[in-house]
């Protein structure tokens, strides 16, 4: 019986720490999904890390748009030219 125990409890361990990675990883899902000028394929590897300094840098340069009125986001027709060379914008780089 106290085999039996441990074992279940073993198991519910082991269970919530799958539902806890798989929580974590829809997260970083969701979060990369809101970085604007990433292409799929550079969603699918980017380590979360670099998620994560994306992630705040765009944080950041909104905050900045919202601070300086005469900071105007792009037009469209100026964003899909630029979306071909994300590495340029400000909250797209590396820290």
């Keep these: 019986m106290v085999k039996t125990a441990r074992k279940n409890t073993k198991e519910l361990r082991n269970q919530r720490e799958k539902i806890r990675q798989q929580n974590n990883k829809t997260a970083f899902e969701v ?43 792009k037009a469209k027709s100026q964003q899909r030219r630029s979306s071909r060379n994300h590495g340029n914008k400000k909250y797209c780089t590396s820290t």
Excluded: D, F, S
């Design 31 to 73: 979060l990369q999904n809101k970085i604007p000028g990433l292409t799929q394929r550079q969603r699918k590897n980017l380590p979360k890390i670099k998620c994560l300094h994306l992630a705040i840098n765009y944080v950041k340069y909104l905050e900045k748009v919202l601070r300086e009125p005469e900071i105007q986001p």
